[in-house]
T-cell receptor, first 114, second 112 residues
Framework: EPEVTQTPSHQVTQMGQEVILRCVPI?????FYWYRQILGQKVEFLVS????????KSEIFDDQFSVERPDGSNFTLKIRSTKLEDSAMYFC????????????FGSGTRLTVV | DQQVKQNSPSLSVQEGRISILNCDYT??????FLWYKKYPAEGPTFLIS?????DKNEDGRFTVFLNKSAKHLSLHIVPSQPGDSAVYFC???????????FGQGTRLTINP
């Protein structure tokens, strides 16, 4: 079964450093998303991406965050200057059609900012 | 932000019996609802969804019921199996928005 692949599975970074989280969505999917889950809290929407541009973003997704689809297969989330509160599980997801058909999520990248 | 609430953090059910997971929402603009299942160290897996124009949707052992007047939905799993032990999230979306708003999750344990 096709799957969304995220790398790395765990990343530890120092506060203030830039991190790039990588995702390979399912190849024929058109919509791409990032969500995060801080330990013990809800899964929260960050951003959706369609047709090579951001289609929607949350208030969490401030200027420190950016997304890119640099080639036909990768979808990345960059955090420019990490803060302690960015420590979370980051999930990438993709869908062929809109959300109403359910996304396929990756297994997540656990980001730890120290 | 408590737009979607799952008030039971955990639920324990005997194998073979019915599991009922509940979810409440406050935003009357929500018009699409989804349930996801999550195992440890994995991402959420889509289970079943329902549009606000329906009050029931069924897929095998899983049935979702929507009560719009009460702003309440529930997921029924019949019969419950050990492999159903996981965290279950309900999620909702409004209009054409791509964003899903998730509840806190309910940890379901199926006992043999």
């Amino acid at each position: 079964e096709p799957e969304v692949t995220q790398t790395p599975s765990h990343q530890v970074t120092q506060m203030g450093q830039e991190v790039i989280l990588r995702c390979v969505p399912i190849s024929n999917h058109l919509y791409f998303y990032w969500y995060r889950q801080i330990l013990g809290q809800k899964v929260e929407f960050l951003v959706s991406f369609y047709n090579n541009e951001i289609s929607e973003k949350s208030e969490i997704f401030d200027d420190q965050f950016s997304v890119e689809r640099p080639d036909g297969s990768n979808f990345t989330l960059k955090i420019r200057s990490t803060k302690l509160e960015d420590s979370a599980m980051y999930f990438c997801a993709s869908s062929l059609l809109t959300k109403n058909y359910g996304y396929t999520f990756g297994s997540g990248t656990r980001l730890t900012v120290v | 932000d408590q737009q979607v609430k799952q008030n039971s953090p955990s639920l324990s059910v005997q194998e073979g019996r019915i599991s009922i997971l509940n979810c409440d929402y406050t935003n009357s603009m929500f018009d699409y609802f989804l349930w996801y299942k999550k195992y440890p160290a994995e991402g959420p897996t889509f289970l079943i969804s329902i549009s606000s124009i329906k009050d029931k949707n069924e897929d095998g052992r899983f049935t979702v019921f929507l009560n719009k007047s009460a702003k309440h939905l529930s997921l029924h799993i019949v019969p419950s199996q050990p492999g159903d032990s996981a965290v279950y999230f309900c999620a909702a979306s409004a209009g054409g928005a791509q964003k899903l708003v998730f509840g806190q999750g309910t940890r379901l344990t199926i006992n043999p």
